[in-house]
């Protein structure tokens, strides 16, 4: 049975001033706990190989990356295809303790901006100081991206990754694409 | 007649003609012409008519604050009224035309309101037409409406796409002069991060030309020269951002300001967005705007050839145009002395400089004498003569009350009764003024700033905008604005400046002083709205003491303009009126923006296709592709129906609801809201959170619940499925998802912090299918994978399991009395499932079916809808629903609420069925009639509408409502009139239409 892929999965635009691009499927499991818990976030550790973000922050590991959601909530981000297994682990590891775990790679999905310009592309539709004083690879931001919910977070010095909601997707890409639209550019390059 | 000079002009670039087309004529201009600059350059003065009584009108100034040339710009697309010719630049094939007159610029038959002008006083449309009353809405209202107004309304679709951009900055600079670049420079120099924004496309202000016209040096170079220097140094430092034709706005609390960048209203057909609206938080802002030169009250002050002197000056220096040939200059301070010399240098006659002081001026009105022109002291303009152009004035005594002493012939009037400090800015967000009486106008007064959230000042004002008048000063006071911000470091630089001292201004508010009515009453203060110094007079008199209040009547201050030119000289008059300072009478209040900023600018990005987030469920295309009449639910769009060709709506909503009942049907439940809630007291907090007991619930079994607000109201119902021990799935309505998972944490995190529960939205990690009708289980057990008979998977259970291949969950819910399952599946699968079960369901009879044969099913079968049943007024216990409400918990949300008295009325209308005599259906929302009228006079009301349809397995109309006393009235009849006036007459009769003993569900 084929997998049957969401229509933009893929896309790459680079017909304006930064490249949009929609990444294909990735495992995102939603981890609710109290992360100050020594026990709690050794086994979240154990079961990611990652170390548990600082406040407003990601963590990236050999095979997973762990975003800082808020005080008592991860966004676990792995491969598409062990994403259920990953819940899994997490699962049994937080058996002993009050968590929920949750595959939730269906309901987010990931684009990401890239180029010189990046920053101040995703900076017409998000209301974060994005310099790159203030905005560093390895920092997290929940904020909104025009009218919809939005996560940050740059992998590079030249890409920002947007996460926002499956149902929006269509909206996210359409108004990143205006954002980056040929002719304007903020800053003379 | 205004004309191109033969050279000068230090915007403009002579080689590069611009066409234009002016009222259907074609013109021609310059690159770096404004409107307003290329239509004098072609000898065309006249640019408008006035607002109320259609007099000609001139352009008056040479920027921001013009009230006068305002015209229609553009063609369809990318048409806009009321665009100030002074500050459009130029470009090829543009397109103006002027406004607010029939049938032509020249002849206007409005301007017969001018011969009627004694008729029409201030708050005369007030008086008039206040009685009698009806007369005001029918006629009067829609002939003023027709003949108010200013450009014309766009009719098309903006052509044009806008942005925002959002920055955070250390210091914000609001205007590019030489105090605002030497702030900013200062403030720069000690690292701070800078932002420098001028409204117009040059740096420098007006400093070069004043200061070059008065032979002013900033160490020892032209001011000109100093204005390139910072610039380039500013340009070079990485810490300072520069952006031209930037307005700043408005300033808000917490630092916020709005820019608004113009970036293509100059060249038009460039690719990118229109306006940028800069969304900036700066930790100190300042303000460096200027100041705008007053006109001077004197009969027909608004007749065109009448400038600010400043204009005319800038015509001639910036534009290479003169306004005309023979100008006069009146003033009552020594800035205006510069546009005598300017015309002079330009080769143009200066018959005279009125100068309303009996002192007369100082250094710069002793150059005037030595170049030979005619100066005259302590005299004032009775009157200007001309009626569509300037041809002369009448010279009298400023003491006096208007006898002409002599005509001087003339083609301009350059005026200048001072300067007011630009405080708009400052005043937006709390900063407040003080007088100064010796510069007689209002400036910031710095120990009233406005207040950041440390309660610490956080606008600062340099320059000329700070009261701080003549080279020197400004340069100073930008210097000290940026020291104030620094981040650390050394005092400001001292600069050499040399520049004539200016003689002390004398104010004049009317002129002459002791004008008759007769010139009073042909004496503008507001241009645009065409308001008089009699008509603030009139108000005074009539008892509008407060200068809110006259404003109001007067409409003075209340156009496009707001007052920029009118303020300062409106509350004078109106303090004089009074005999009460100007302090006394204060100012009215600045509001944002500064000049008026397109609605694009505002909207942004939501534009088009990108104006509102439109949800999608995973099988949308697949509804779009079939034929799917869109409803929005929320933000989402969920097929109404799907119509197949030659079907009305209508028709296919009757197809889908009788194939349901009868062999299968297809829905897309995906928008249902779902959260998961776990945790050792998730049982506990879900016995909170609904009326009903939902920890007693058994693993693997799904209950109905009722939420209600703290207040009693129900705000939600759906399925809650428990899935371990800890574990609970609640569905919500489709409106309800965010809103109820928002409502749990809010009660968690506030009240029972301590109860171990987390919860997480789940609703668009999974597409959820509803397989529903006799031939559900068929096409299940076709699909294959997991057990879905009576007895592995009972009413109001689920199972986890395989369908097609696809990990599941199966529900076995009904929303529509059917046999029926809800089938969740990973989004991701969402269209395989639904492609699996369209293909496997053809031998079925299978059909998709839509949210309105959705709400037919249920009601059919008198289940409730939220927002259908319910209002926010309405409790469970209306709705007959005393079973879904736990009687054995101590509380829930809502309990106390439904105890109160009003609450457990009788009276309170309960839900029924209604059946109509004839078989048609109820309008919406119709209301049942009682006998007699109720207090206001109105018909009692004993019942109304909450859902109504057209039931095509029935064969009739079915609706449910609410009734007073309904459950006890079975088989009464009751009328609810229709708005023809006629009435259905409808029996009350069970909710439930079909199936009441349940048997086609629990198959």
């Given at each position: 049975m084929s997998k049957a892929l969401r229509p933009s999965d893929g896309a790459v635009w680079t017909d304006g001033i930064a490249a949009v691009h929609q990444h294909v499927a990735h495992g995102m499991i939603t981890v609710r706990a109290d992360l100050n818990t020594a026990p709690i976030k050794a086994a979240i550790t154990s079961a990611t190989g990652v170390a548990i973000p600082a406040k407003l922050s990601i963590e990236t590991g050999a095979d997973a990356a762990l975003c800082w959601m808020s005080p008592d909530e991860l966004l676990v981000l792995c491969d598409a295809d062990q994403a259920g297994a990953v819940t899994k682990q997490l699962q049994e590891a937080l058996a002993q303790h009050h968590a929920l775990v949750a595959n939730m790679s269906d309901a987010r999905v990931i684009f990401s901006v890239s180029g010189a310009q990046a920053r101040d592309v995703v900076s017409k539709l998000v209301p974060v100081d994005l310099s790159p004083d203030t905005f560093k690879p390895g920092m997290l931001r929940r904020t909104r991206l025009a009218q919809v919910a939005a996560g940050l977070w740059m992998p590079d010095d030249d890409t920002i990754c947007v996460l926002c909601f499956r149902s929006v997707s269509e909206y996210a890409h359409t108004i990143l694409k205006q954002a980056a639209q040929a002719g304007s550019s903020v800053f003379r390059r | 007649m205004s004309a191109r000079l033969p050279k000068g002009g230090r915007f403009i670039d002579r080689s590069k003609q611009v066409k234009f087309i002016f009222n259907s004529r074609a013109l021609k201009g310059v690159e770096g012409d404004t409107v307003a600059s290329a239509l004098l350059a072609n000898g065309q003065t006249l640019m408008g008519r006035s607002f109320k009584y259609h007099r000609p009108r001139g352009v008056v100034?040479?920027?921001?604050?013009?009230?006068?040339?305002l015209m229609n710009h553009g063609l369809d697309g990318r048409f806009e009224p009321n665009q100030r010719a002074t500050t459009t630049e130029l470009y090829d094939n543009l397109r103006v035309e002027t406004q607010n007159h029939w049938p032509s610029l020249n002849f206007d038959i409005g301007a017969l309101n001018t011969k009627l002008s004694r008729f029409l006083p201030a708050g005369f449309y007030y008086k008039m037409f206040i009685h009698p009353r009806p007369l005001w809405k029918h006629v009067y209202e829609p002939i003023i409406r027709h003949s108010a107004g200013l450009g014309a309304a766009p009719k098309d679709r903006d052509d044009d796409s806008y942005e925002h951009f959002y920055t955070f900055t250390d210091v914000l600079v609001i205007g590019g002069g030489i105090a605002g670049l030497q702030a900013a420079k200062t403030a720069a120099d000690s690292g701070a991060k800078v932002l420098l924004m001028e409204q117009?496309?040059?740096?420098?202000?007006r400093a070069p030309i004043d200061e070059d016209l008065a032979g002013g040096t900033i160490d020892g170079g032209s001011v000109q020269s100093f204005v390139d220097q910072m610039v380039a140094d500013l340009a070079a430092m990485d810490n300072v951002t520069m952006r031209l034709r930037?307005?700043?706005?408005g300033i808000y609390d917490h630092g916020y300001v709005l820019g608004y960048e113009r970036l293509t209203d100059h060249a038009p057909k460039t690719d990118g967005p229109r306006h940028r609206l800069w969304r900036v938080r700066a930790g100190q802002v300042i303000t460096a705007t200027g100041a705008i030169e007053r006109p001077l009250s004197f009969a027909g002050n608004d007749i065109p050839g009448v400038m600010l002197a400043s204009a005319v000056r800038d015509y001639v220096e910036n534009y290479g145009v003169s306004p005309g040939d023979r100008t006069v200059v009146v003033t009552n301070n020594d800035s205006a002395y510069l546009t005598a010399f300017a015309m002079k240098r330009a080769g143009l006659d200066v018959p005279c400089i009125i100068d309303a002081r009996a002192d007369g001026g100082g250094a710069l009105a002793v150059q005037a004498c030595d170049m030979g022109i005619r100066v005259e002291r302590g005299k004032a303009i009775a009157s200007v003569k001309g009626t569509r152009h300037v041809t002369g004035v009448g010279l009298c005594a400023q003491a006096g009350s208007g006898a002409v002493l002599e005509e001087i012939p003339c083609d301009v009037v350059a005026m200048s009764g001072g300067w007011s400090p630009v405080v708009h800015l400052w005043s937006h967000c709390g900063g407040k003024l003080t007088w100064d009486d010796s510069e007689a106008f209002f400036r910031p007064d710095p120990n009233r700033p406005p207040l950041g959230a440390d309660g610490q000042g956080f606008v600062s004002v340099a320059g000329a905008a700070n009261g701080a008048m003549g080279l020197g000063a400004a340069l100073e006071d930008g210097g000290n604005a940026g020291a104030s911000v620094r981040k650390a470091g050394t005092t400001s630089v001292t600069r050499n400046v040399s520049s004539p001292e200016y003689a002390p201004i004398e104010p004049v508010w009317m002129m002459p002083h002791g004008a008759p009515y007769k010139l009073r009453s042909k004496a503008w203060l507001d241009f645009q709205n065409d308001v008089k110094v009699s008509d603030v007079q009139l108000a005074a008199q009539e008892g509008f003491e407060s200068v809110e209040h006259a404003k109001r009547y007067t409409t003075l201050g209340m156009a496009t303009d707001q007052g920029k030119l009118s303020n300062i000289n409106g509350l004078a008059i109106l303090s004089d009126a009074l005999g009460q300072p100007i302090p006394q009478t204060g100012t009215t209040t600045f509001r944002p923006p500064y000049t008026p900023i397109s609605l694009g600018a505002i909207a942004g990005e939501a534009h088009r296709e990108r104006f509102q987030p439109l949800r999608q469920t995973p099988m949308h295309a697949w509804h779009d592709a079939n034929g799917a009449d869109w409803e929005p639910v929320g933000q989402w769009r969920r097929p109404y129906a799907y119509v197949r060709p030659g079907e009305t709506v209508q028709q296919a909503v009757n197809r889908e609801v009788v194939n349901t009942r009868d062999n299968l049907g297809l829905l897309d439940a995906s928008t249902l809201g779902k959260i998961i809630v776990k945790g050792p007291d998730a049982g506990r907090f879900l016995d909170m959170m609904y009326t009903n007991m939902m920890s007693t619930l058994k693993p693997g079994k799904c209950r109905y619940g009722l939420m209600c607000s703290e207040n009693g109201f129900l705000i939600d119902d759906g399925v809650v499925a428990r899935i371990d021990d800890d574990t609970f799935l609640c569905h919500t309505t489709t409106g309800g998802a965010d809103s109820i998972h928002a409502h749990m944490e809010e009660w968690l995190q506030?009240?029972?912090?301590?109860?171990?529960v987390y919860t997480t939205n789940v609703t668009e990690q999974f597409a959820q299918i509803a397989v529903v009708g006799p031939n559900a289980r068929k096409v299940l057990e076709k699909l294959g994978g997991m057990d879905v008979s009576k007895e592995a998977l009972g009413f109001m259970e689920w199972r986890d399991g395989t369908l097609a291949g696809i990990d599941c969950r199966a529900y076995r819910i009904s929303f529509s009395g059917e046999l029926s399952y809800e089938i969740a599946v990973p989004a991701n699968q969402g269209q395989a499932l639904w492609d699996a079960l369209v293909t496997a369901g053809e031998e079925f009879g299978a059909m998709p079916y839509g949210t309105e044969t959705l709400h037919i099913l249920r009601a059919e079968k008198g289940f409730i809808m939220i927002g259908d049943e319910t209002d926010g007024t309405v409790i469970p216990q209306d709705l007959g629903l005393h079973w879904a409400i736990s009687k054995k918990k101590d509380d829930f949300l809502g309990k106390r609420a439904q105890e109160r008295n009003y609450m457990v009325d009788d009276s309170r209308w309960k839900l029924v069925g209604l059946e109509t005599l004839d078989g048609s259906t109820l309008p919406d929302g119709a209301y049942a009639v009682a006998e007699g009228d109720n207090a206001n006079g109105q018909r009692n009301m004993q019942g109304r509408v909450t859902s109504t349809y057209y039931s095509a397995n029935l064969k009739k109309g079915i609706a449910m409502g609410l009734v007073l006393n309904g459950p006890d009235r079975m088989g009464e009849v009751i009328d609810f009139p229709k708005t023809d006036g006629a009435s259905i007459a409808t029996r009350i009769v069970d909710p439930v239409f079909f199936d009441k003993d349940g048997e086609k569900q629990n198959v």
């Open positions: - | 100034a040479s920027g921001a604050e013009e009230p006068n040339a117009t496309a040059h740096w420098g202000g930037c307005m700043g706005a506030t009240e029972w912090w301590d109860w171990k």
